[in-house]
């Protein structure tokens, strides 16, 4: 399988634990996208990268959370002393930058519950 | 900025029965337009795009949806829809900026 993954797909946690997860994208894209889902809201975005550069964020995005590309492939997601209201699932998207339209790809999620 | 509202959360049709998932949205800059539709426990995936051109995009599986600028509208329709359409329908823009903005969705139960 090609397309975007994430891991692990289902975290529990309880209350001021910090979580991590992981996006790998479709190989070759050098956009990679953070969007956030709550239950009954579409998508909303996070942050996205180009390569390596963090290039937006949105401000939804509070200092306790920070993502990281570090080598322009995968990306991690790290929310710390989480809350009940991170409960989401967090969506990564991938494209190829490049012409007047990039198509994101989107991996299946990772369901976040926070006791 | 960009918004989007989807009128209908939840939308029960009969097998073979048409359907519309309504979509508005609201943008000062020019757009392009999708519908994307996650199926339970899977990921979104993109059903069909306005960019440019011809303001019928139609998809690959029946689906179709029709740009209207003056009404900044992009509706979904589909003239007979089967058991295997249940799902959730996402509109979506894009526009000045390389965020998707994404309205709450719309889910379509389609019943025998």
């Known amino acids: 399988d090609t397309g975007v993954s994430q891991d692990p797909r289902h975290k529990i946690t309880k209350r001021g634990q910090n979580v991590t997860f992981r996006c790998d994208p479709i190989?070759?894209?050098?956009?990679l996208y953070w969007y956030r889902q709550t239950l009954g809201q579409g998508p909303e975005f996070l942050t996205y990268?180009?390569?390596?550069?963090?290039?937006?964020k949105s401000r939804l995005l509070s200092d306790r959370f920070s993502a990281e590309r570090p080598k322009g492939s995968f990306s991690t997601l790290e929310i710390q002393r989480t809350e009940q209201g991170d409960s989401a699932m967090y969506l990564c998207?991938?494209?190829?930058?490049?012409?007047?339209?990039?198509?994101?790809?989107f991996g299946p999620g990772t369901r976040l519950t926070v006791l | 900025a960009q918004s989007v509202t989807q009128l209908d959360s939840q939308v029960p049709v009969f097998e073979e029965a048409p359907v519309e998932l309504r979509c508005n949205y609201s943008?000062?800059?020019?757009?392009?337009l999708f519908w994307y539709v996650q199926y339970p426990n899977q990921g979104l995936q993109l059903l069909l795009k306005?960019?440019?051109?011809?303001?019928l995009v139609e998809s690959i599986n029946g689906f179709e949806a029709e740009f209207n600028k003056s009404q900044t509208s992009f509706h979904l329709r589909k003239p007979s829809v089967h058991i295997s359409d249940t799902a959730e329908y996402f509109c979506?823009?894009?526009?000045?900026?390389?965020?998707?903005?994404f309205g709450k969705g719309t889910k379509l139960t389609v019943n025998p």
């Open positions: 998207a991938s494209t190829l930058a490049g012409g007047s339209y990039n198509e994101q790809f």
């Open positions: 190989s070759e894209h050098n956009r």
């Open positions: 990268f180009q390569n390596e550069a963090q290039l937006e």
């Open positions: 943008s000062s800059v020019s757009v392009y």
């Open positions: 306005y960019l440019s051109g011809s303001t």
């Open positions: 979506a823009v894009k526009g000045g900026s390389e965020k998707l903005v």
